[in-house]
């Protein structure tokens, strides 16, 4: 033990040595950015690619100087898609590493699981993923689509432009899929579908026999009024999914599938052509043509050294959460979290698609929501996006006990307002 | 003479390509909703050229130059785009792809599209085309279509297009004012099973929200309501001819998946956790053999089979000689090695491979279905399973029953010592028997490889199943296996309508348990001297 302190003692009088004062004291002198992706296990696959965005966004921002006049450090942990670890390593990123902010999480389990850590001592984390909503707390700021930018405008999308009257709403058994099902259903009552013309089904995870459930939907949709399938189908079993689609001949002009956990990095690598035609809403595309989101493949592609790299929603979620984090500190002149999450609310920057995203009182951004049809490279055709952009909403407004709940960071104090009462009953995630 | 007869038809000819470049033009700024319009004003000037440029519409090939919105057929050449002029359809040279804008097209668009296209198809020479142009235009039928196939169906020959035909007029003819022409259509359509022609007559049947009838008159709502009666029938028929279909595809796969397992772990006792692994190593033989002939994936496929069966088996008879050999006898040990071994094949995979999924492409004649009638389609890629499922068995039944190895193998599971008395090499058999079980594993692979992702985790998804198919159909028995997977994947997919998927297969796993209890030893137990050994 002695030893190895001595050697590092050595190690660090070497290094005072070689370099002069100046510099060292800056090395030192770094804000730290924790990074919190699963670089092994199910969600490796996705959740690199973040990791990699990080790091790619500090590496230009030092370029460019750093902020407030500091280098930026990443601390890049590996949570390994198991979901106590994410609670582990957060702890370990804001108690020893004392990180400035962190970016991570991707499925919503393991943001709860980090949520209490972050609460406790007052962390800031950066969450990227579209998801169920239904949560605002102080200490997270919510870059991807709550469901009104995402499921809602899709079912609008189906309602009035395609004609849609029959509904299949099929998922992964789990909470991100029932709790969208369950907003979705109450927004179709409310719009006057009937019970009857709804179909709900849910699928463990990796299911591969989709035999009876394709039969079911076509038997569905077969009732003489237009149909479509609202997917919220999870990862590896939508391949096995679209191919029995395919075989049993239901193609995206009779019966469209949109889909919600479909994107570009989920096409690569994949056979597309069952896919062709069927629908993804996501808030940024790839294949958007815009001066921003062109030069910002370019970067992508020059930093993995793979031009084939594609580029996805999740991930100009975190260079709109990376810019707006630089942004705010900068107003704050500190990186203190109170006096960075006070000067968040308000902050603007272009994002990829030629709009501006503006965070909210409710730590959720403003988006433009597009639909696509996929194409046979695995990229996407826009086929249509909303007027505006949408205001991200934490709690839905068609689900009875969410209704009158409203998260205000500024005016509000509190995460989950209740109207009627007029209490803030603190933070319930449930 | 001849050159002023020919006069006015030069002239009609120009005036009918300038009605046609002025139909085509608005398509390079039209909306999505406008292109509808454009693309029947196209198909209306019933022009020469109007199917070639829709259906370049419908592929994506129509592009518009930048420069001057000027439209052109594209085809991707090695120089960027070859242009062909839609007016003359000549070659109009070939220019760099990013001064063009793809006119593109949504699902609504295209479904429009191939009612069109299929509009002009009708008087194609091939029956067969013909057929699928009237389906085709059945799905999108308006009054335009109405009119061309009132016309068509007086040329047409052939006595199926022509039923077709007459289908689709008589639901046509539902609307008409007289109720003759409404009764008639109504008995025409007694021997449809169409889902269109169920819905329009489960209408006719009911009432509107007034109460009265939606169809006024008596003998058309008897008729309807018995064609509907009718197709109800026949529906709950094919259903359960559907549902039994189902479930022996799923109880092949099962079958496909423990087969294997059934030598290794039924005939030689050896409880092989890196089965599923073996299933794996297969999956991606198939995927190495698409890569190696990537212009043959139809043949790839077939290849594949004797190269997964010759790759599984050398892992196989590989872990025997290194692992299973010195664990005879110690199941326990064996389950923890064999899983050890499981975890080091996923990880080579996934170094090599990366964990990311593998894409394997389904040949053509493994796509789609066959549609038997309109109530009832099969998918050829489960029929294929199914099928293959039955060579599979039916060779290693022969293998075991027929030739010296198989007697060598029952020979050495029935009485190890006394086989080795009389001069069989006891380790040699052994090593062989793992081999081909391992090898059985590798062909189940190419199969599942068309049904479901290639990734490291495919092995894990099949190996519990694959010991429950062995435990119930009774170890050491190949009939066994083969009737105890399809009865639980007839059992779980007659299940499925009603309790949904997840409950389903919970209620097969509890049902298992109790049979279990009941009778350890499985639907078909060993008897005799050989159940003690």
Same mark, same amino acid.
């Given at each position: 033990m002695n030893n190895r302190r001595r050697v590092r003692g050595l190690a660090g009088l070497a290094a005072a040595i070689s370099f002069i004062a100046a510099s060292a004291a800056q090395a030192a002198d770094t804000i730290k950015v924790g990074v919190l992706h699963s670089l092994s296990g199910t969600m490796a696959i996705s959740e690199t690619t973040l990791k990699d965005t990080v790091l790619m966004m500090i590496e230009q921002q030092n370029k460019k100087g750093g902020v407030l006049g500091k280098k930026l450090e990443a601390v890049v942990v590996d949570p390994a898609s198991n979901w106590p670890l994410f609670a582990e390593k957060a702890e370990q990123l804001l108690v020893k590493d004392k990180v400035a902010v962190v970016f991570g999480c991707w499925t919503s389990v393991s943001r709860k699981s980090v949520l209490p850590v972050f609460e406790k001592n007052n962390g800031l984390l950066f969450y990227p993923v579209q998801y169920e909503g239904e949560e605002s707390s102080k200490n997270v700021f919510y870059t991807g689509a709550a469901p009104n930018q995402q499921a809602i405008p899709a079912v609008d999308y189906l309602m009035k432009d395609i004609g849609v009257k029959r509904w299949v709403l099929a998922g992964t058994d789990y909470v991100y899929p029932r709790t969208t099902n369950k907003i979705l259903e109450a927004y179709l009552k409310a719009k006057g579908?009937?019970?009857?013309?709804? $179909?709900? *089904?849910?699928?463990? /995870?990796?299911?591969?026999?989709?035999?009876?459930?394709?039969?079911?939907?076509?038997?569905f949709g077969s009732a003489g009024k237009k149909t479509a399938v609202v997917s919220t189908i999870n990862g590896d079993a939508n391949v096995p999914f679209y191919k029995e689609l395919g075989n049993q001949k239901i193609s995206a002009?009779?019966?469209?599938?949109?889909?919600?956990?479909?994107?570009? =990095?989920?096409?690569?690598?994949?056979?597309?052509?069952?896919l062709v035609g069927h629908l993804a809403a996501w808030n940024y595309f790839e294949s958007?043509?815009?001066?921003? *989101?062109?030069?910002?493949?370019?970067?992508?592609?020059?930093?993995?050294? *793979?031009?084939?790299?594609?580029?996805?929603?999740?991930?100009?979620?975190?260079?709109?959460?990376?810019?707006?984090?630089?942004?705010?500190?900068?107003?704050?002149?500190?990186?203190?979290?109170?006096?960075?999450?006070?000067?968040?609310?308000?902050i603007e920057v272009p994002n990829m698609t030629g709009g501006t995203a503006k965070m909210l009182a409710n730590h959720h951004l403003t988006k433009p929501v597009f639909i696509g049809e996929i194409r046979a490279d695995g990229q996407f055709d826009v086929v249509w996006k909303t007027e505006g952009l949408v205001p991200g909403d934490a709690w839905s407004d068609y689900l009875p006990g969410s209704k009158d709940i409203e998260a205000d960071w500024v005016t509000l104090k509190c995460g989950n307002y209740n109207t009627k009462t007029k209490k803030c009953s603190g933070q319930n995630y449930e | 003479m001849t050159m002023l007869a020919l006069l006015p038809s030069i002239a009609s000819a120009a005036d009918a390509n300038e009605t046609f470049a002025q139909a085509l033009k608005p398509l390079a700024t039209a909306s999505f909703q406008e292109k509808q319009q454009v693309i029947a004003a196209i198909a209306a000037t019933r022009h020469p050229n109007a199917r070639?440029?829709?259906?370049? @519409?419908?592929e994506g090939n129509l592009h518009t130059r930048d420069a001057d919105q000027r439209i052109?057929?594209?085809?991707?050449?090695?120089?960027? @785009?070859?242009?062909?002029?839609? $007016?003359?359809?000549?070659?109009?040279?070939?220019?760099?792809?990013?001064? /063009?804008?793809?006119?593109?097209?949504?699902?609504?668009?295209?479904?429009?599209?191939?009612?069109?296209?299929?509009?002009?198809? $009708?008087?194609?020479?091939?029956? =067969?085309?013909?057929?699928?142009?009237v389906s085709e235009m059945l799905r999108t039928l308006d009054e335009d279509g109405v009119l061309i196939l009132r016309q068509r169906v007086a040329e047409e020959s052939d006595s199926k297009v022509r039923s077709a035909i007459e289908t689709g007029l008589a639901l046509a003819d539902l609307d008409n004012e007289d109720a003759a022409v409404r009764l008639a259509a109504a008995v025409r359509l007694e021997d449809s099973l169409s889902p269109d022609v169920y819905n329009r007559l489960k209408e006719l049947t009911g009432r509107g929200d007034d109460g009265a009838f939606n169809e006024p008159d008596d003998q058309v709502r008897a008729a309807a309501a018995a064609t509907v009666r009718n197709i109800d029938n026949w529906r709950s028929i094919y259903g359960g001819v559907e549902t039994l279909f189902f479930g022996l595809s799923l109880g092949s796969v099962l079958v496909l998946a423990a087969i294997g397992l059934a030598i290794t772990f039924g005939v030689m006792g050896v409880i092989n956790m890196a089965h599923g692994e073996l299933i794996m190593l297969g999956a991606y033989t198939t995927y190495v053999m698409q890569l190696l002939m990537p212009s043959h994936i139809g043949a790839s496929v077939v290849v594949a089979i004797p190269m997964a069966f010759l790759v599984a088996g050398t892992v196989g008879i590989l872990i025997e000689r290194g692992v299973v050999r010195f664990l005879y006898g110690r199941p326990l040990e064996t389950l923890l090695a064999t899983f050890g071994v499981s975890l080091i094949l996923q990880q080579i995979?996934?170094?090599?491979?990366?964990? *990311?999924?593998?894409?394997? =492409?389904?040949?053509?004649?493994?796509?789609?279905?066959?549609?038997?009638? =309109?109530? @009832?389609?099969?998918?050829?890629?489960r029929l294929y399973v199914i099928l293959f499922t039955a060579v599979v068995f039916t060779v290693l039944l022969i293998v075991l029953k027929k030739t010296t190895l198989g007697l060598k193998v029952r020979a050495v599971a029935q009485n190890r010592a006394m086989a080795k008395s009389m001069g069989v090499r006891t380790e040699w058999v052994d090593a062989l028997t793992f081999g081909l079980g391992s090898g059985i594993a590798g062909v189940a692979g190419v199969a599942l490889s068309q049904l479901t992702n290639v990734g490291p985790n495919l092995g894990q998804q099949y190996i519990i199943d694959s010991f429950m198919v062995v435990v119930f159909g009774g170890v050491a028995n190949l009939w066994g296996t083969l009737i105890g997977g399809m009865s639980l994947g007839v059992i779980n997919k007659v299940l499925e309508p009603f309790a949904g998927a997840v409950l389903a297969k919970i209620l097969v796993l509890i049902a298992l348990i109790l049979f279990i209890q009941r009778r350890p030893r499985g639907l078909f137990p060993q008897k005799g001297r050989a159940a003690e050994g």
């Open positions: 579908v009937k019970q009857e013309d709804i $179909l709900i *089904n849910y699928t463990p /995870f990796g299911h591969s026999d989709w035999q009876s459930i394709v039969a079911d939907i076509k038997k002009e009779d019966i469209p599938v949109v889909a919600f956990s479909v994107g570009e =990095e989920e096409l690569s690598g994949i056979d597309t052509k069952p958007i043509s815009t001066p921003v *989101n062109k030069s910002f493949i370019k970067e992508w592609h020059a930093y993995t050294k *793979n031009p084939k790299r594609v580029t996805n929603d999740p991930m100009e979620a975190h260079v709109i959460g990376f810019n707006m984090w630089v942004k705010a500190v900068e107003k704050a002149k500190t990186i203190d979290v109170a006096k960075v999450t006070d000067a968040m609310i308000g | 070639p440029v829709l259906s370049a @519409l419908l052109f057929i594209v085809t991707e050449g090695e120089e960027g @785009l070859a242009l062909t002029d839609p $007016l003359m359809l000549q070659a109009a040279g070939s220019a760099p792809a990013d001064e /063009f804008t793809k006119i593109t097209t949504n699902n609504q668009l295209r479904k429009a599209l191939r009612g069109l296209i299929a509009g002009f198809d $009708l008087s194609d020479p091939d029956a =067969e085309v013909r057929l699928a142009a995979v996934r170094d090599i491979f990366t964990a *990311n999924n593998r894409p394997v =492409e389904t040949p053509a004649w493994m796509a789609g279905s066959w549609q038997i009638n =309109e109530a @009832l389609s099969i998918t050829y890629n």
